[in-house]
């Protein structure tokens, strides 16, 4: 796999990490959104991490900058900051990931991006803080072009 085969629109899904069996699968959901990548020569990726709205607003990103690499598989890193000016401005996540395996034999696999994220900035304010140092774990599945 080459790192240009990252690009593309994925759905991301990412999870506390929390390791007791829960009986609500919604308990481990910390986001899911549209991620968005371009892919250059030489591995640096641009994109979106973009919140769902409503039908007639205008949905709310991260712009996602980063690096990619090939090596035994592909490893990434994203940063990604809130679009200055809109209610999530004071967004900062980093993510470290890999494309997972393809198995020859299998059906219907897709392409599939996991790793880890941590808020590196809090954000919000109140009772709404969010403070740095949270993590949790992520699947981003390719969707068709």
Request: net charge negative; hydrophobic share 35%; no cysteine.
């Amino acid at each position: 796999m080459d790192t240009a085969d990252l690009a593309g629109t994925y759905t991301y899904r990412s999870f506390l990490d929390r390791p007791e069996p829960v009986d609500d699968f919604n308990r481990l959901r910390f986001a899911q959104l549209e991620l968005r990548l371009s892919v250059e020569p030489g591995g640096a990726i641009s994109g979106a991490l973009v919140f769902p709205a409503d039908p007639g607003e205008e949905p709310l990103a991260m712009d996602m900058t980063g690096k990619a690499t090939n090596g035994p598989g592909v490893h990434f890193t994203l940063s990604g900051r809130g679009q200055p000016g809109t209610p999530v401005s004071d967004f900062h996540y980093e993510y470290d990931g890999i494309v997972l395996p393809h198995w020859p034999t299998g059906i219907d696999q897709r392409q599939t991006l996991a790793g880890t994220v941590l808020r590196a900035a809090d954000h919000g304010s109140g009772p709404a803080l969010a403070r740095a140092g949270q993590t949790a774990s992520f699947l981003a599945v390719k969707r068709d072009a």
